[in-house]
């Protein structure tokens, strides 16, 4: 028996396409893994994101994973980590609705700062540190951003969208 | 007549035939053409052949004899030639029946081009019931003026009209004087009521005085109506036509005819129906049928099989040229291979699992008999065999071939429709109606919003009075046989 994942209907051995529903069952192409390299994806992220119409924030994070768009706005100073019990000092943006715990994001991790025209990065000497397209960043020593790039808190990817780039 | 008869051509069978087959093919010869049983004149003389052809080759003796007298047999240079598509590397020994399916492909060879276009012996069979009247008998004799006008001079051509009896409008002939033709059609009046099988004999009467191998014989039927008490002489009639190499396409015009009546009359011959919802496309379609006629090549071909214990063919359909569903027993007429077209059929076999304890497991063994109107001797019958090995684990590696899966694929809205009405006519409405909502969702994700609307219509129609709507029910049957084929040529010209 072939059970179709669509519609569960049970199909006798060899059937192609589900007799009740119609979906495929056997593909045409066998099943093999596909290496994607990170690389690869970080560049194509990079060629397509855009800045949303319309968002009146001087940047945004674009959570990669989810594809949600955080804007940033009214203020200057962001710091980005999760909130959890008994805690003294709240990060601005909480990350925790995105799997920052088993990302590995630190309950204060990282904070983005508009000096002027340009935006930075700082980790915060966080537990697992954050990486700038892939690079590990000193803990307290500040990085320009561009837009589209890739920042890593953890494991947790997030993208930067500037409005000026 | 040669002076040498070719007694393995007569039989219908390859020269190597075992003793066996050849006794089989004289029994199943002799049961329909038998004097005590015939019925069209000129089948006695073909029964005698068949007697001296079976008393020279079932002895061995006067076999080997006869054999010596015979030119050496020329190379088949046939002008098609055959692939056999499976969807799966091998079958699997399993406790529960499998499903294997197959395509097969009977493609023009390429030197047929050489072979001229056959003389076309037709015949239009035209509903001049009261139902027809007016606008629409106009359109219909403005389409049979049209594509009598676009005849050569070698084909031969009949109209026969009919109501409750039919006449025969113009009497099979070369159509020299057109004019004259033409005024006859004109002059033709409704009124009465629809009995096909009046039209069907009087078309098959005209066909058979011209029948001949030489040419393409066809039997073309429009009606807009129900026949009511002669189906089974009309499918005994096309059975008989069947056999003398002459075949049978139906047009029904609006909702009110019998789809699933014209399909089975059609289909025995290897012939098609189509779906003409509305008036004006009259002419185009019967424009494009004898177009089709006179672009053919192997006029039927005729699959002749015998069935293996444990084996049963669950669905066969040609998905090109003409699309539709063939019948599943005795002799399976494919339909005819186009000077440019491929004849493609597909195959489902349901296999059960008693058979999977050898190692291989033949699926079909039979031949193909074929007809090449242009050819003036007859081909000897082509063996084909479908098989399969059987192994412990299904092979993986090798993938189904892409085109059965595109055939396959294509096909399967065509079938949801059909599960859906055998589920109204055993009276489960309620997955009837489950089923033309799949069928809407899938239609909806091919892009076919119009066709995916009448379905969802249909499922409503089911839920409330259930019964399908007749028009909304042709409209889907016809509509995803028609996604089937012409798709395809348009992906070619993207």
Known sequence: ?165 | MPTNPDYYVTLGVARNATQEEIKQAYYEAAQRLHPDKNKAAGETEIFLEIQQAYETLSNPKRRKKYDATLPPEEEPSLPVKYEIYYSRPNLVRLNEPQILYVLLEIIPQQKSEEIPAPPLNVSLVLDRSTSMKDEKMDIVKNAAIKVMRNLRSQDIFSVVTFSDRAEVLIPASYSFDKSKLEARIRMLQSGGATEIYQGMQAAYDEIQRNASHERVNHIILLTDGHTYGDEQQCLKLAERAARQGIGISAMGIGKEWNDVFLDTLANRTGGSSRYISRAEDIQRFLVEKFDTLARILADDVVLDFKETTGVELAYAFRTQPETGPLPMEGDIHLGPVLQDSTLSVLFEFRIDPSLTKGDMIQVLRGSLKLTIAALPTPIQPVRIEFSREVKEEADTTIPPSALIIRALGKLTLYRMQEKAHMEVDQGQFELAAHHMKQLATSLLSQGERDLARTALIEAENIEKSQAFSEEGSKEIKYGTRALIMPQEKKEELV
């Open chain 1, 1 to 165: 028996m072939i059970i179709c994942p669509n519609c569960t209907h049970e199909n006798l051995d060899g059937t192609v396409f589900c007799s009740d529903c119609g979906t495929q069952l056997t593909s045409i192409n066998p099943i093999v893994t596909q290496n994607i390299s990170e690389e690869q994806i970080t560049r194509d992220l990079k060629r397509t994101s855009v800045f949303p119409k319309d968002l009146d924030a001087w940047a945004a994070i674009h959570l990669t994973n989810s594809g949600q768009i955080l804007p940033l706005s009214d203020r200057e100073e962001f710091t980005l980590g999760r909130i959890s019990d008994a805690q003294p000092i709240m990060p601005d943006i909480d990350l925790t609705p995105y799997q920052a715990y088993a990302c590995g994001v630190s309950r204060l991790h990282a904070v983005l700062r508009k000096e002027e025209s340009q935006v930075y990065v700082m980790d915060l000497g966080s537990s697992n540190g954050t990486y700038l397209n892939g690079v590990r960043l000193k803990p307290n020593d500040s990085q320009a951003l561009n837009h589209g790039d890739i920042l890593s808190l953890g494991k947790l990817k997030i993208q930067i969208l500037l409005k000026n780039p």
